[in-house]
Nanobody, 123 residues
Framework: QVQLVESGGGLVQAGGSLRLSCAAS????????MGWFRQAPGKEREFVAG????????YYADFVKGRFTISRDNAKSTVYLQMNSLKPEDTAVYYC????????????????WGQGTQVTVSS
């Protein structure tokens, strides 16, 4: 079992930045990959970014490339999502998720989820 707790959401103006954190616990994470997803009202949950815990290799959705950065701190068992140049369309609940092996963009392929953190970007 893996427990995930997100934090760092909030209200920010367009063009601003936020850093989301996802603290993981429960199992040895070296064989896991972590993903950040988001879900806006009335829309499906979508992949934002992913990272392989052991190798640190990263993956991004096209709409965040160059603006968002995913990283991890092994000592703290925490994954971060640094979000810069935020746009109103980035407004959503952001979730972190975990699964074994490889990063995939399909939410249903992830086994563990956090409770989500709200990000609101005002224009």
């Amino acid at each position: 079992q893996v427990q995930l707790v997100e934090s760092g959401g909030g209200l920010v103006q367009a063009g601003g930045s936020l850093r989301l954190s996802c603290a993981a616990s429960g199992r040895t994470l070296s064989s896991y990959v972590m993903g950040w997803f988001r879900q806006a009202p009335g829309k499906e949950r979508e992949f934002v970014a992913g990272i392989r815990w052991s190798a640190g290799s990263t993956y991004y959705a096209d709409f965040v490339k160059g603006r968002f950065t995913i990283s991890r701190d092994n000592a703290k068992s925490t994954v971060y999502l640094q979000m810069n140049s935020l746009k109103p369309e980035d407004t959503a609940v952001y979730y972190c998720a975990a699964r074994r092996a490889v990063v995939v963009s399909t939410p249903d392929e992830y086994d563990y989820w956090g409770q989500g953190t709200q990000v609101t970007v005002s224009s």
